[in-house]
């Protein structure tokens, strides 16, 4: 395993924000951590990273103990958080190569700035670039030491469509180099287009952790949707594929020739995560 978390643990103060969790992501895995805010999620990177010392527990990373071996763990992986953390007065590859100049390898920056669309701006100072564009360049700083962990919190957050989806197909691209992916977010949408599984955490402890196919037939209701003429508009009705009903309700519409479409529909990681937890991913 390249990642794992054995009864990790850590509060602050009286708030227990991370409840005895155990996982283990394999290598090439994309894994998905979701939840709502406050859940846990950054304080479970925080310590799979070495910036927090769990309390209770251990945090294995390509076979090392991050507490006792941080500096060996740290020249392996790379971090791209949702706070923007670049030097606003540097420009575009001054930002890349001042932390590249923090590993002990040759970094080609050019080719860098070109995987993430940037090399036009690589004079520009960081401060002017969009949200989307500074993203991109934290993702690209994530990449220079060429590490065999990425771990993403919230790595679209606050994004425009486009952006948000070039941001994601990079994450693919990685994951097809064999990258291992720790992604942290609370979009349901993204978890699922992006994941081999996902883990549910809520309130510190994780609810369930599964591929998002598993979590949603396991947990999920399975419904046609059919969209019938009514006067001069339309009406919907939403039958469960798993009812005794629905095969004689359907026929009836059909008969009725009222029928304008049907569409199968299969449960949302959100509503598998609210009959878990009763509570919604964005709070």
Known sequence: MIIEAHDLTYAYGDLLAVDHISFSVEKGE???????????????????????????????VLGKDVSTHAKQVHERIGVCFEEKNLYPRMTVRENLSFFAALFDRAVDIDSLLEKVNLEKWADDHAETLSKGMQQRLMFARSLINDPDVLFLDEPTSGLDPISADQIRRMILEEKKKGKTIFLTTHNMME???????????NEGRIVALDTPQNLKLQYGVRSLKVKQRSGEGFTEETLPLDETSTPGRM????ERGDVATIHTQEASLEEVFIKLTGRKLVQ
């Open 251 to 254: 026929q009836e519409l059909l």
């Open 191 to 201: 978890a699922d287009a992006l994941s081999d599984r996902v883990g549910f955490i």
């Open 30 to 60: 994309i894994l998905g951590f979701l939840g709502p805010n406050g859940a846990g999620k950054s304080t479970t990177v925080k310590m799979l990273t070495g910036q927090l010392a769990p309390l209770e527990g251990t945090a294995i």
